[in-house]
């Protein structure tokens, strides 16, 4: 009989080291028993529910950015992780195919950062949707054919541009923050008791069905007092959220489309890692569906417009394979600037950061960074 994750583990060890590769590997495929699954989770003796403030945004207010009345939404803590407060799909009928068409083709547009710029002139990089749209929108031929520019996209950084060297923000490194993303981050924010979250950066991750995110904790913003927040859409993720130290044996997660995470107080460094891609539940159909009815439903004063049946076949046939996530960060506190020259407490400590999209069966050694690949991401342990 297959192992559960809790059973591999030994006191004193890197629990989430192996955890991680517990649910990474593919043969045997892992028992995955032990996830919890928020969308069918009743409160347990591990998911308790999460108190939100539903006077912090109208029925209105909550529509124009697509989601549901705050009242209504599935908010939950886990036992064990105070401030960590998982909503499960938040968003309305119909809503998410705007928020995927924004990951996809706005948010990848200049003057917004991407893996591909580390190595590609910036007029190759110019059109990432134009120059991928034709081919994706074709049916697959069945032979091999190259990757799009959309396929090849690894990451896009928003606002104060994360430095992947470095592991810092930068004053000078900056770019207008969305602000359809920004106002849906302060809606949810606000809602789970943090108004006043002032949306600065964004980091979105894009994942195939191959690919992995490493252990890390996300350290590098200034101001941990204010919650790290991250959104989900398309294909469904394991997500493994540890404690402070390696030790800590990792309680994993379904994340799937729509879900919506706050890592905040004591959960806002916890370790955390992606080990693995797996397929929506129910398939996106439904998704897809809302897509080309999306047009009719929604009223003008929507910050969340209509997309078109055309940008939606480019998306959901996107989607069918893969994984965007975005998180996003408030980098300074209130008053607070950047140091003259970046200080050692901005997320120079290594030591907590192993490796990004990890593809290869035993990546842990792995050599590349993340900033300049456009395909398999590590940092070394
Ligand atoms: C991250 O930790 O930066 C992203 C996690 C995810 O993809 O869910």
Excluded at 48 to 58: F, I, N, R, Y
Excluded at 277 to 292: D, F, K, R, S, Y
Aim: net charge negative; proline share 7%; glycine share 8%.
């Amino acid at each position: 009989m297959a192992k559960m994750a809790a059973s591999i583990v030994e006191s004193g060890e890197d629990a989430f080291r192996k955890i991680f590769k517990f649910y990474k590997r593919r043969n045997p495929p892992p028992d995955f028993s032990d996830v919890v699954d928020f969308s069918k989770n009743a409160p347990s003796d591990k998911v308790v529910p999460a108190k939100l403030d539903a006077s912090t945004m109208s029925d209105v207010e909550a529509a124009r950015v697509g989601l549901q009345p705050v009242r209504a939404w599935r908010a939950f803590g886990l036992q064990g992780y105070p401030g960590f407060i998982f909503i499960s799909n938040p968003f309305l009928r119909g809503s998410q195919p705007y928020w995927v068409r924004q990951c996809l083709k706005t948010y990848p547009q200049k003057p917004n950062i991407c893996n591909l710029d580390m190595h590609m002139s910036p007029s190759d990089t110019q059109d990432i949707w134009g120059k991928s749209e034709h081919s994706l929108r074709v049916p697959p031929s069945g032979k091999r054919e190259p990757k799009t520019l959309l396929e090849r996209l690894r990451w896009v950084t928003l606002g104060y541009h994360y430095n992947w060297d470095t592991k810092t923000y930068s004053a000078s490194n900056c770019t207008p923050f969305p602000s359809d993303l920004h106002l849906l981050s302060s809606q949810i924010t606000a809602a789970c008791g943090f108004p006043g979250f002032n949306s600065e950066a964004g980091i979105l991750n894009y994942y195939r069905s191959d690919s992995s995110l490493g252990i890390h904790v996300d350290e590098s913003e200034l101001d941990h007092s204010r919650p790290l927040l991250s959104f989900s859409f398309g294909q469904s993720a394991i997500f493994l959220l540890g404690g402070t130290c390696r030790q800590d044996a990792p309680t994993a997660m379904y994340m799937h489309s729509g879900d919506v995470m706050v890592m905040s107080g004591q959960s806002r460094l916890l370790y955390h890692a992606v080990p693995r891609i797996l397929p929506a539940p129910q398939g996106l159909g439904v998704l897809e569906m809302e897509g080309c009815t999306l047009a009719s439903s929604l009223q003008e004063s929507t910050v969340v417009g209509p997309v078109s049946e055309e940008d939606w076949a480019v998306c959901s046939r996107y989607i069918q394979s893969s994984r965007v996530n975005v998180t996003v960060r408030q980098v300074l506190g209130p008053g607070q600037n950047f140091p003259e020259t970046p200080s050692s407490h901005q997320g120079t400590d290594t030591d907590k950061e192993v490796g990004y999209h990890e593809e290869r069966a035993d990546t842990e050694n792995g050599k590349r960074k993340r900033g300049d690949s456009d395909t398999v991401d590590t940092v070394e342990t």
